[in-house]
């Protein structure tokens, strides 16, 4: 037992020594819930379980009051660690999504390949413990300002993460199914990494990660797969929680490391295993070993089973010698996963993993172990040495706390008024094409594979959503993860609902229908009223966007079946993050073949702006290359017309009328019209010819560069009656703007003036600036 | 009675079930086969396939340690008999790492699989090429089924893919031989002005390299990327896109033969003949 004493300051010290950072206040909290002074290894498991990173005590009830996240099609919302959404049947089988979204962003910014490529890790263990094959993963990243004056360290972390990130995915197998980034001088202190596994399997594979009620009838254990525990890692859900300090090597162990080589193989084993688990006709459960390592996983498992746990430190399999309790409890080594098995299948579990893919040869020290029993009373002992050293109620463990925050709204700055005269719109396009907001992307996403497992339909960037396909089957699956930081530094609220719109415009672009949402919430530090305020308006947008945007005949929300909160994203000296909700969207096609890429595909087809929403230049890429982020009128959000808009785009996309389709985003209409031009690989040569009108007074600045949402289709003429009659049946707007052209000019023209660009000079434009600021 | 492949999963490799899926699609009775199986199940089969990924985590050089595993021994036995063998990506760089390519020299290894050059960079690099077919049909394993000089999109995902040699004037020899099968060229079938047609610097634009005999390829692109026309992206040049772009709407027929398949045909009919 630690003797916490009576004396707060002492006890601070004490804390302070033992590497606790659990407050004075929690600390006596847990001695009064115990009745006793805790043991050390108990210390460390509150210190886990109590941090913000585990417990959401300051997220939890704002989330639970905004978010809506059930729905016909949800199988298991968010508390498990994946959720899981029916995908329909095909070919007698009934196929469920399996989705999680979480952020990595301390360890990346602290060790960004190791950071990074642990938030793979992570990620896919989530999908793999819930029975599924991991399909895809996607990454949503955030970086500092390359021309800032971090521009050193922000590009030795990109160059990091981004290593981490094909590293890990690309050593597993998995394909890269789309992602997102930003650079603004918000991140230069803390990078954000989310990540997002996509998983596919059977509904009645799906494993739950708690202990079966089979475990009433006949005895459990608790078996440890992977990798031995060793000693990274240790506190990482603790240094997820809290403001990274400026000598950031203080926190390099609790980084975890990184190895797909091993998981691959563990991969293969756990598919071999649960093809046993399945012909046997036995019951399991199956969870991933994250933060608070076996702590966490046994208790969780343990308690939403209404069970209990005794655990043997000594039988876990660990790297070194010497270890102390707390440490084997508690280390958040990667590649580990823990089952509940019944002890009559245990012999078989280590046989598969020991012998048949003989762990311990190919990995020095991993295997499977037997660690623990379970016990039908809702207690968790742990023994060490012949020691007890945990011993406690299981649910005092897994129990929430929850704390409320004070939210003050910030004093809104009015928007400066923005003078166009002396722009350039010729300078204006081309600089914007070339701005690392916009330009391309793919200096980063060709170290990513997206081939691996052959499923590919539309990859990265070569439309809004990417695409995969059920194997032998016209299923496609559709997902896109968005959110933009120069929307929700002016207005958190509309940043959040705007990252809904743009993710479920961008799978509603290839004909998918949308059928859930996840989120990652990245915000400074909560105990700042200011912050707290933006978390609450942004949650508050995702969901008024979720319950807005239903689909064609139907009256459900658009659930939220998985996220993760990160807050804390802020620098010693005080610097917050912008306010950064991301939204990824995952879709389901009955035929993948009507999804097309962006690209203009036929000289001589029209161009029809579907829906085009109304607003300024506010919080567009267009004032962040002027210089001038905090002008223009924002965007107006008119959820209903959204909705009617991404409705009206799937059937016209589904009957397969559109050539091409895009939506207008980051950019505006001229660049989503450029890359239309350029096409998805560079080989575009068609170019088109638009006429633009406006609304009545309506500037050409705004015309061409505001955020403002529609949609671009290109059809054949012959297509033009039947899009006019689904548009009149639906009330969204159809404006003819104009036609693909077979010479290689991006041709505008509005009363008054007209831009007329050669492709190769856009191109070159859009091509090489990734490369120039990042190299 | 349908022929069988063994396609065989050493630890860390991650392309054996779309590579199977492939196999099977072009009518040979494919089967993953574990690292540490028995050697008289692995003899049974009428031909390998190697498939890509990272055998042993890609420790000391891809492909490296995997060439030492009692397997390939089993395998350089069986492929001494005439039966074929493909190694793709990973699979490439372990035949190489085994000496059964270019195999001039029997036993010895004579090629390596560097580290690419041209990206600027030193990493993977992930894309679609071009190449062209560059033997007669039957030269070998992968080429049955494809016309000379045909031209195929195909992807390629690799770190190092670079073919290359310390023997002085090797690359001319096998050039000579006929052992360069597949080269990398532009989508018109030129050769490449450089990157990113040239992905990787390979010596004499090689992308497959295969033994004197023609039962032994190493094949770096990957062939079971394209092996449906749904995996060709619409927007690249040449007559497979342009025919991804007409298929709109018809998925049918996008699950139909892509680039890639003639390479798993072109095993199934060489085994066929082989056999027959």
Redesign the interface.
């Known amino acids: 037992m630690i003797d916490l004493g009576r004396e707060p300051e002492k006890t601070r010290n004490l804390l302070g020594q033992l590497g606790i950072a659990l407050s004075v206040d929690e600390a006596y909290r847990l001695r009064e819930l115990l009745g006793r002074n805790p043991t050390l290894t108990e210390l460390h498991i509150f210190d886990t379980m109590w941090s913000e990173h585990c417990s959401y005590r300051s997220s939890r009830k704002v989330l639970k009051r905004y978010l809506p996240m059930e729905g016909s099609r949800v199988i298991l919302g968010p508390g498990e660690d994946a959720g899981v959404v029916r995908l329909g049947e095909f070919e007698g089988k009934r196929y469920v999504l399996v989705v999680a979204h979480e952020s990595h962003n301390h360890p990346s910014q602290i060790l960004p390949v190791e950071g990074a490529a642990t938030g793979i890790g992570g990620i896919v263990r989530d999908v793999y413990c819930m029975g599924a094959d991991v399909i895809g993963v996607m990454d949503a990243l955030r970086f500092g300002d390359p021309f800032g004056p971090m521009a050193e360290s922000v590009k030795e972390i990109i160059e990091g993460v981004v290593n981490g990130i094909w590293q890990y995915s690309n050593a597993l197998g998995v394909p890269n199914v789309g992602g997102d980034v930003f650079f603004d001088s918000g991140y230069d202190e803390n990078c954000l990494v989310n990540v997002i596994a996509i998983g596919l399997a059977q509904e009645d594979e799906i494993i739950r990660s708690r202990v079966p009620d089979e475990a009433r009838i006949e005895p459990y254990d608790f078996i440890i797969i992977g990798k031995p525990t060793d000693l990274s890692g240790l506190g990482g859900a603790r240094l997820a929680s809290r403001i990274l300090d400026s000598e950031k090597r203080e926190s390099i162990g609790a980084v975890q490391l990184h190895d797909p080589f091993l998981k691959r193989v563990l991969v293969e084993a756990i598919r071999k295993l649960l093809a046993e688990v399945r012909s046997s006709g036995i019951t399991i459960g199956f969870k991933d070993l994250g933060a608070g390592g076996i702590s966490c996983a046994v208790s969780e498992m343990a308690a939403s089973g209404g069970f209990g746990a005794d655990v043997d430190l000594d039988s876990v399999h660990v790297a070194i010698g010497g270890m102390e309790a707390y440490a084997i409890a508690c280390s958040e080594t990667q590649e580990r996963f823990c089952l509940a098995v019944p002890s009559s299948f245990s012999d078989e579990v280590l046989k598969i993993f020991n012998e048949e893919f003989e762990l311990p040869h190919i990995y020095r020290g991993a295997r499977a172990s037997i660690i623990g029993r379970v016990r039908s009373d809702p207690k968790l002992t742990m023994r060490y040495k012949n020691d007890i050293v945990v011993d406690l109620p299981v649910k005092l463990v897994t129990e929430a706390i929850e704390c409320d925050r004070q939210a003050t709204p910030r004093k809104r700055q009015e928007p400066e008024t923005l003078d166009s005269r002396g722009i350039d719109i010729r300078e204006a396009a081309l600089g914007l094409l070339s701005s690392i907001s916009i330009c391309s992307k793919h200096y980063i996403f060709r170290h990513y594979d997206c081939e691996v497992k052959g499923m590919a339909v539309l990859r990265p960037g070569e439309a809004d959503a990417c695409v995969v396909a059920i194997p032998g089957t016209p299923v496609g699956i559709a997902s896109s993860v968005d959110g933009n930081p120069r929307i929700s530094k002016i207005d958190p609220y509309l940043g959040g609902a705007l990252a809904v719109v743009e993710s479920v415009s961008n799978v509603a672009c290839v004909g998918a229908q949308p059928l859930a949402i996840t989120d990652c919430l990245n915000f400074g530090n909560p105990e700042d009223p200011y912050v707290m305020n933006d978390f609450i308006e942004a949650v508050r947008g995702i969901g008024d966007a979720a319950r807005a945007l239903k689909a064609q005949g139907c009256d459900e929300a658009l659930p939220v079946v998985s996220g993760n909160v990160s807050f804390y994203n802020e620098s010693a000296s005080g610097k917050a993050i912008p306010p950064s909700p991301v939204v990824a969207c995952y879709g389901v096609i009955d035929d993948y073949s009507v999804a097309q890429s962006l690209t203009f595909k036929e000289p001589g087809s029209e161009i029809l702006l579907l829906g085009r929403g109304q607003g300024g230049l506010g919080g567009s890429a267009f004032l962040a290359w002027l210089g001038k982020p905090n002008s223009g009128e924002l965007p107006v959000l008119d959820l209903e017309g959204r909705r009617r808009a991404i409705n009206t785009v799937i059937q016209i996309v589904r009957l397969g009328h559109a050539l091409a389709c895009h939506d207008v985003s980051d950019g505006g209409l001229f660049i989503s019209l450029a890359e239309m031009a350029i096409g998805a690989w560079g080989y575009g040569n068609l170019g088109v010819s638009v006429k633009l009108d406006g609304e009545a007074g309506e500037s050409i600045l705004n015309l061409l560069f505001a955020e403002n949402g529609g949609f671009l289709i290109e059809c054949r003429s012959k297509s033009l009656p039947e899009i006019e009659r689904i548009c009149r049946s639906t009330g969204t707007t159809s404006l003819w703007i104009g036609k693909t052209i077979p010479d290689s000019v991006l041709e505008v023209s509005w009363h008054g003036g007209n831009l007329v660009l050669d492709l190769t000079d856009v191109r070159a434009a859009w091509q090489g600036a990734l490369q120039e600021a990042i190299k | 009675m349908k022929r069988s492949v063994a396609i065989i ?1 050493f ?5 054996e ?2 590579t199977a ?2 196999a099977s699609e072009a009518g040979l009775e494919a089967r993953i086969v ?1 690292w ?1 199986s028995d050697p008289q199940l692995l003899r049974g089969f009428d031909g390998y396939i190697l498939p ?3 055998s ?2 890609d420790r000391v050089r891809a492909g490296a340690i995997a060439a030492c595993d009692d397997i390939v021994d089993v395998i350089r036995q069986e492929a001494n008999k005439g039966k074929p063998v493909v190694g793709i990506c990973n699979g490439a760089q372990v035949l190489v790492e085994s000496g059964l390519v270019p195999s001039r020299d029997p036993g010895s290894v004579e090629l390596a699989l560097a580290p690419n050059r041209g ?3 030193l ?6 090429v071009f190449v062209k077919v560059s033997c007669e049909p039957e030269r070998c394993v992968i080429t049955y089924d494809l016309d000379p000089g045909e031209i195929l999109p195909i ?1 390629i ?1 690799h770190a190092q893919g670079r073919f290359t040699s310390s023997i002085p004037g090797l690359f001319d020899k096998l050039e000579d031989a006929a052992q360069i099968v597949l080269k990398y060229c532009t989508p018109d079938g030129d050769v490449p002005g450089g990157f990113p047609e040239d992905p990787n610097g390979s010596e004499h634009f090689a992308a497959a390299i295969c033994n004197p005999e023609g039962n032994v390829v190493a094949l770096m692109p ?1 062939p ?2 394209s ?2 026309l ?2 060709v ?5 040449g007559k497979w896109s342009q025919r991804r ?1 007409e ?6 027929e ?2 139909g033969k892509g680039p890639g398949m003639g390479v798993f045909r072109s095993m199934r009919a060489y085994i066929e003949a082989s056999l027959s």
């Open positions: 999963q630890p860390g490799v991650n392309c079930y779309e899926r492939a574990r540490n890509g990924g990272f042993y985590e990206m600027g960079r990493g993977y690099y992930c894309d679609w992807p995902a990957h079971e990327r092996a449906w749904r995996q992206p619409a927007d690249l040049k772009r298929l709109r709407g018809k998925w049918q996008l699950e």
